[in-house]
């Protein structure tokens, strides 16, 4: 099946007739929801830091801790989902994976420095489904209340 070659000669602004003075596009560097690596902790060290630091919020299921000291750069994740607490790969994974997400959507509003989300309750028997509701909303809760502090 051939497909005829695409008019390049013709702009954004004629194909779909918008005026593209003043236009920003929705998808620009400061609105991007990513999690590079500079993000994240690395090092177990990076983690003693953390674990040694302050507490500063708690929900049902997770601790928040902080380092103690001040904090320069943006906002750095940690995740400490013990095998203990939950058993399966599926549900560390899920855990993690919604955590993860949730810290993106929050990172331009997240005071500077590294943080350590501890798992220190079992999820108990749910779908995963389910789970993921409970971690979502749970994890909203913490980083509104980490933005406040």
Known sequence: MRVAPRDVSVSLSERHEIPL???????SAAMRHDFP?????????????????QRI???AMFVVMRARGIAVGNARLGLVIPK??????????TIKRVLRETFRHYRAI????DMVFRLVAPPGKQSLTQLKK???AEAETLFA????I
């Open 21 to 27: 003075t003043g236009f920003v596009p929705v998808c």
């Open 37 to 53: 690596a500079t993000a994240r902790l690395h090092r177990p060290s990076e983690y003693a830091t953390v674990l040694k630091g």
């Open 57 to 59: 919020a708690r929900g």
């Open 84 to 93: 203990r607490l939950a058993a399966l790969a599926v549900t560390r994974n």
């Open 110 to 113: 997240l005071p500077p420095g």
């Open 134 to 136: 409970q971690v979502r």
């Open 145 to 148: 209340k980490i933005t406040t």
